[in-house]
Nanobody
Framework: QVHLEESGGGLVQSGGSLTLSCAAS?????MGWFRQAPGKEREFVAG????????RYADSVKGRFTISRDVAKNTVSLQMNGLKPEDTAVYYC????????????????????WGQGTQVTVSS
């Protein structure tokens, strides 16, 4: 099965930036990021599918977060700018072997594999 490993989480001040990375042990064509804050349900953040290059973002992060792919390193990254305290959560990488329609990227049930998560804490 596909093993996913997230990295890059940490503690930052409000307005700061962080970049998360997710390394996949096997080839995939769809990857996304979800997050779960204390006492809250898991929510979609961003997703990417290739080779079409289609992407999708949650309204709450549009204009602040960017998802991208590094083919050589077999990883996807989530660049997070203008971080807010409400962004504090455990961020999970998710993947699916097959390509996907952009409209499906926001559905957690669509993904097959999940990482263990990396903590992002934004102080006020």
């Amino acid at each position: 099965q596909v093993h996913l490993e997230e990295s890059g989480g940490g503690l930052v001040q409000s307005g700061g930036s962080l970049t998360l990375s997710c390394a996949a042990s096997e080839r995939t064509h769809t990857m996304g990021w979800f997050r779960q804050a204390p006492g809250k349900e898991r929510e979609f953040v961003a997703g990417l599918t290739w080779p079409s290059g289609g992407s999708r973002y949650a309204d709450s992060v549009k204009g602040r977060f960017t998802i991208s792919r590094d083919v050589a390193k077999n990883t996807v990254s989530l660049q997070m700018n203008g971080l807010k305290p409400e962004d504090t959560a455990v961020y999970y990488c998710a993947a699916k072997i097959n390509r996907a329609l952009v409209s499906y990227l926001s559905s957690a049930d669509y993904y097959e594999y999940w990482g263990q998560g990396t903590q992002v804490t934004v102080s006020s």
